[in-house]
């Protein structure tokens, strides 16, 4: 049985054995920790379940996620690696690497394909973090919800998503976020587990599906009429508004309404208060 491949001799096996250097503008930082990527396919939760990789690099993760998950679908825009995979991944036939720009991918479709063979379908990835948000705003915006996302994300970004009310990092990312999802921070982890190291910190999020959410009528205009709220972080809530409200007077009547004062900002208002405030103002 060979060594795992998120070890450093068995990476550097790899990496020498194809001539391989990591591409940066692929965001390529390989993990080189096993205890790390066999923690990360312990949270995903997908023992004989169905797994969607984005990014397996040389197959850090994959091969833990190849011996829990019954099937792994793994994204893979490098070229180089397609030939890499089948070899560091010989001793499992569970997976399939899908040669795709993961934001081409119709997201859909895929999990749709999954759900005829499985119960459950599962997002994991060490994310690549040049695309970070645009991948995750995918997946939450697709019709087909997945039952977790698991995923390594820049240290601060997964502060992000996590934050709560009235914190520096709360904003209408996290707000939108948590609308949709239970978010919750699983692991932090240190840039001294990557070749090559990163600059920053990382850390492991998870979202995972919220059964009773109060929903708004639509979706995008609530996320849209959010963003506008926190559009410039140092001014009040009150003059934010008032780039979508032209009225001053309306605006008040909202706020009051609320129970809110002309002076708060978008950062002290949670979750509920901010569909309570898109509801009046929709019905303005
Ligand atoms: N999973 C490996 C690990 O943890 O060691 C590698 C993770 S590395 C941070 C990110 C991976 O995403 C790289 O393999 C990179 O080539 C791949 N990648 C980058 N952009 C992508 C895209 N648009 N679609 C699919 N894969 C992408």
């Not at 990527?37 to 833990?64: H, M, R, S, W, Y």
């Not at 998950?69 to 997976?95: C, G, M, Q």
């Not at 970004?157 to 609308?179: E, G, H, M």
Request: proline share 3%; net charge neutral; with cysteine.
């Amino acid at each position: 049985m060979n060594k795992a491949i998120a070890t450093v001799a068995r990476t550097n096996e790899i990496l020498k054995k194809f001539d391989l250097y990591a591409k940066k503008g692929y965001g390529q930082n390989f993990i080189i920790e096993p205890g790390i990527v066999e923690k990360i396919a312990d949270f995903a939760k997908c023992d004989n379940e169905c797994v969607i990789e984005i990014g397996p690099g040389i197959g850090a993760l994959t091969e833990q996620l190849c011996k829990r998950a019954k099937k792994v679908i793994a994204y893979e825009i490098d070229t180089r690696l397609l030939e890499v995979l089948p070899y560091s991944l010989s001793e499992y036939n569970n997976y399939e690497i899908r040669h795709q720009d993961f934001l081409e991918v119709d997201f859909e479709e895929v999990v749709k394909e999954c759900r005829k063979e499985f119960n459950k379908v599962v997002v994991c990835a060490n994310l690549p973090y040049y695309i970070t948000t645009p991948i995750l705003f995918k997946i939450f915006e697709s019709k087909c919800e997945v039952d977790s996302i698991t995923v390594m994300v820049q240290r601060e970004v997964a502060d992000r998503f996590c934050a709560n009310i009235s914190t520096k990092d709360y904003n209408a990312l996290s707000v939108i976020t948590q609308y949709l999802y239970n978010v919750k921070m699983v692991m932090k982890i240190p840039k001294t587990i990557f070749n090559p190291r990163p600059n920053v910190d990382s850390a492991v999020i998870q979202f995972t599906k919220k059964e009773h959410k109060i929903t708004v009528d639509n979706e995008q205009v609530y996320f849209d009429f959010v963003k506008a709220c926190f559009k410039q972080r140092r001014k009040t809530l009150f003059n934010n508004l008032k780039e979508i409200i032209q009225d001053n007077n309306k605006i008040r009547e909202i706020l009051t309404q609320c129970n809110l004062s002309e002076t708060v900002r978008a950062e002290a208002i949670d979750g509920a208060k901010f569909i309570e405030l898109y509801t009046m103002w929709s019905n303005l």
